[in-house]
């Protein structure tokens, strides 16, 4: 199946438990095109975080940061987003994490990081954001058990689920699709991923909604 040939790279994003490393994955083997996937697993501040992340917010974010700048070296200078490229994340989501979780002592310091190491990288030319209410992410990551994830409660998500409402609510750098993906679950509806390609060939310039899954 193929998609529009100006579309380089595709970025899929979300809070904590919404489907985003799901749907990348399927559809980028839908696409039969490269895949790139956040390597949340390699973190290991992470669980110390979830388990007090006052203590460990700096840590994790640092972290992150380094973890996220490494993936993208080789893919800037390589060029490989010929073919397409399926991203479950925006680079831009370090920065909204860090604002979210870090005091303001922390987030000066974290700023004058990534001033530093950080290359300006290129934008997608389309993101998806996978919107959710806290409660049904919260039932997905129980779902899924993850063993670090064990102690992530409603409230963080909460918190979590409004910087994203915000951030997406003012983002205007690439055209972008708002799926509410409370009605959906691309790991249990695999019909969805060629309704959901079909609403991508006809995107505009802006942003725009899809909230009825029948077409």
Known sequence: MSIDANLTHIAIEGGIGVGKTTLATRLAEKLGTNLLLEDIDDNPFLPLFYQDPDRHGLSVQLSFLFSRLKQWQPIIQQ???????????????????????????????????????????????????????????????????????????????????????????HYQETPLLVVQADRINFADQPETLDMLINRIRHMGKGTEFWADYTT
């Open 79 to 169: 060029d490989l987003f010929h073919p397409l490229l399926i991203s479950d994340y925006v680079f831009a989501k370090d920065r909204l994490f860090a604002m979210t979780n870090l005091s303001d002592e922390e987030f000066a310091l974290y700023n004058q990081v990534v001033q530093a190491i950080a290359p300006e990288l290129p934008k997608p030319d389309l993101v998806i954001y996978l919107q959710s209410t806290p409660e049904t992410a919260l039932k997905r990551v129980r779902k899924r058990n993850r063993r670090m994830e064990q102690s992530i409660g409603l409230d963080y998500l909460k918190k979590i689920n409004e910087a994203y409402d915000n951030f997406f609510f």
